[in-house]
């Protein structure tokens, strides 16, 4: 049964209510090579839902805020949303090293080790397969781009990006 934790987007939570978890994802998410404002301090970071796809595995989708140039208005340019996938476990093994976000020390996760779940080849295979079998899962919604196929057998380790890389599919929070 998948446990989900889903707020709607007027009663955003901070992340820091999951503990530490805010914490580690503030410093982690920066330096990603598509985190979007690598150049403006993140200064906030809000839960819009928890969802775990398997044991040891949750899908996050998380709100940003940061502070940079207001706009000609004088408003604050607006935040980012971003899926995140995370693997959490006791102990990391030491081939997922480079995946480690870090320890949480306080809230729901106290004593679990966070990690970047699609560096991890067993979580990035069962979401390969999400993929190729789109349908709901919980609140998500996992569909796939008819005109792009994902091809049965395919691991994190032999796909190879090019110019002519296809939009395979996208995982969306049911309303």
């Known amino acids: 049964m998948q446990k989900t934790a889903s707020l709607s987007p007027g009663s955003a939570v901070g992340v820091r209510s999951t503990g530490t978890l805010g914490a580690l994802l503030r410093d982690w998410l920066p330096r990603q090579r598509w985190f979007a404002g690598k150049d403006r301090p993140l200064n906030d970071l809000r839960l819009l839902s928890m969802t775990e796809l398997y044991p040891g595995c949750l899908h996050l989708l998380v709100q940003t ?48 080790t966070v990690h970047d779940a699609l560096q991890d080849p067993r979580s990035a295979h069962l979401l390969l397969e999400r993929l190729r079998h789109p349908g709901p899962l919980g609140p998500l919604s996992f569909e796939s781009d008819p005109s792009a ?27």
């Open 65 to 112: 805020g940061q502070s940079g140039v207001p706009s000609p208005g004088g408003t604050p340019p607006p935040g980012d949303c971003y899926q995140l996938l995370l693997g959490i476990q006791e102990h990391l093994s030491p081939r997922l090293g480079r995946a480690l976000i870090g320890r949480v020390e306080e809230g729901a996760l106290a004593g679990l």
């Open 149 to 175: 196929r994902v091809p049965a057998g395919w691991h994190p380790g032999c796909w190879r990006p090019s110019s002519r890389t296809r939009r395979w599919s996208t995982a969306t929070r049911s309303s």
